[in-house]
């Protein structure tokens, strides 16, 4: 009897591994000749199907409001003391300048604000009056949307490649070159030494050429910064163009080409730090910078190889129509000052001036150009591929007032730079989570249900922000179904508390899986929340508490959607 019920248990027990066999098997099979990113990006579509079965989201009912997206009225432009004074005059007739970082930043990034500081000190005058200049720190393209748009004009504008001199001019804004070329720069591609050696290896030398096909061809991942903002990124631009047709960077073929190149980069960064945070873990293996930055920074150095590119940087000088004879006697005074042997040399010391026996083979190109170019590249910068995009509006109590409306404020007028061909949703979030916009295209009829929506929140209750994430994925996954070459991505408007539902811990891993870049926009918010959740796929944060929070959007939702 005892050794019939130990057979008994024998044979149960082989019957149960083989059936835990057979279904290691079936799963087996199942995942057999799928890649482990497409594995792993299913059982994340899973989880978040099951955390959405118990959050159960509400769905909104539809609200509508008129589109009026030719002027919405908003000032973009923040007030222009968020721009630092690197250089305060010492006289009461001075000059202000607005410069490029590079050259207006500390140590070795400070050349300007030396040669300031001693033209300054030497006692020049004009008309009988001692006279000084004022360094403020302002980006190429934010001083030339200045400037355009008469907010703040300065007496003298430095950007760091002429390129912004020349739309001005296009765009009908006089503006006067005191000195063609300050201190001269080198835009260039850094390239990881292996992917450096691969190329080298594959193709015998390494060009812009070369780059643009290794990035088409799918053979290393490629990043550059917004060309709207940054000059580096659009001399990256217009010069990758070219590659394609030298004569007619705007031609059908150049565009193909271009299109081609584009769907194998994997974003165009939104500011240099995020595409050198999206390098160190990994994401790129080359990037645009310029060669004074490169050759200051020794990890940067002792990482990447320099390839030179594009049109040179020359740190121009111009002064606006609108300048006093007085003030235009002051730039010339100081350009002549800067280009003095010991300036020049300490330029050299600091990085600039350095021949790198580079020939540039771009032909010149005009404003009109460099304007359509910029046109062209928010047009196409998605290879024809769709946007998939929800943003995630946070409603709780703590977010009532002054942040909220701050947020609706964001959300309207940043519609206008959201591409109609993109499919954009609505999620918000307290306690619980409402889809208030279903994904859809972009058209005109989407457009007045998102702005209806929009302008119909109100702020009360917890914060479940990691649930309206959920949500979110949800909706995107869901649409990548029905769109599979598009790009998803996710904006995340709060004050960054989380007080209920589910946790980072929760989504973190189902997200990376997913490969879906979180942008988040904190507003009276925990920043360092808020930068963990962008941190997981390298998108950007945004503190909105900034004066600046607007115009920041316009950039990120340029390079963007």
């Not at 109590?397 to 959300?411: A, Q, V």
């Amino acid at each position: 009897m005892k050794n019939s019920r130990n057979q008994m248990f024998a044979i149960a027990g082989i019957g149960v591994l083989v059936f835990v066999i057979a279904l290691a098997g079936i799963a087996f099979t199942r995942n057999a000749g799928k890649p482990a990113k497409t594995v792993s990006a299913e059982a994340a579509a899973s989880a978040i199907e099951k955390y959405v079965k118990k959050i159960a989201p509400a769905q909104a009912p539809v609200v509508k409001s008129p589109v009026e997206l030719a002027d919405t009225g908003v000032d973009e432009l923040p007030d222009i003391d968020t721009n630092e004074i690197t250089v305060k005059p010492s006289t009461s007739l001075y000059a202000e300048i607005f410069s490029t970082s590079e050259k207006c930043g500390k140590g070795k990034d400070g050349w300007i604000n030396e040669v300031a500081e001693a033209f300054n000190r030497a006692g020049f005058e004009v008309d009988g009056q001692p006279v000084s200049v004022m360094i403020r720190s302002v980006a190429s393209g934010l001083g030339m949307d200045y400037i355009h748009s008469g907010k703040y004009v300065p007496d003298g504008y430095s950007p760091s490649n002429d390129f912004w001199g020349k739309m001005l001019i296009a765009d009908g804004i006089p503006v006067e070159a005191v000195c063609e070329k300050l201190v001269g720069n080198t835009a260039g591609i850094l390239l990881s030494k292996d992917t450096q050696k691969r190329l080298v290896e594959k193709y015998g030398s390494i060009n812009l050429k070369t780059i643009v096909d290794a990035t088409a061809g799918g053979e290393f991942a490629m990043g550059y910064t917004n060309p709207y903002a940054s000059a580096t990124g659009l001399n990256f631009l217009i010069s990758t163009l070219q590659t394609y047709n030298p004569s007619d960077p705007l031609s059908e073929d150049a565009v193909e080409g271009f299109q081609s190149f584009q769907s194998n980069v994997p974003f165009v960064a939104y500011t240099t730090l995020q595409m050198r945070d999206a390098a160190e873990t990994g994401t790129l293996d080359g990037f645009v910078m310029e060669y004074q930055t490169y050759i200051n920074d020794p990890e940067l150095a002792r990482k990447y190889e320099f390839t030179p590119f594009g049109f040179l940087h020359s740190n121009p000088l111009y002064t606006p129509g609108s300048a006093s004879a007085q003030k235009k006697e002051i730039l010339k005074l100081f350009a002549e000052f800067s280009q003095s042997e010991e300036n020049q040399r300490l330029a050299e010391e600091y990085g600039f001036n350095v021949d790198l026996k580079y020939t540039v083979e771009q032909r010149d190109v005009d404003g009109d150009m460099l304007l359509s170019a910029q046109e062209l590249w928010k047009k196409e910068k998605d290879s024809g591929k769709p946007i998939l995009a929800v943003f995630v509006a946070d409603v709780s109590g703590s977010m009532n007032g002054e942040p909220l409306n701050s947020l609706k404020m964001s959300l309207i007028n940043g519609m206008q730079y959201i591409n109609t061909t993109n499919y954009i949703g609505l999620v918000s979030y307290s306690d619980d989570v409402v889809i208030n916009v279903p994904i859809g295209k972009f058209d005109l009829n989407q457009q007045s249900s998102f702005k209806g929506a929009v302008e119909s929140l109100s702020a009360s209750g917890g914060t479940a922000t990691f649930d309206g994430i959920i949500v979110a994925a949800d909706m995107l996954i869901k649409a990548k179904g029905e769109y599979p070459d598009a790009k998803m991505m996710m904006f995340v408007l709060s004050d960054g508390e989380t007080n209920r539902g589910y946790s980072l811990k929760d989504i973190q891993e189902p997200v990376d899986a997913l490969n879906i870049p979180i942008y988040t926009i904190g507003y009276n918010a925990d920043i360092p929340a808020l930068e963990s959740i962008s941190a997981i796929n390298e998108a950007a944060n945004i503190n909105a508490d900034s004066d600046d929070v607007i115009y920041k959007l316009k950039n990120l939702f340029n390079s963007s959607l």
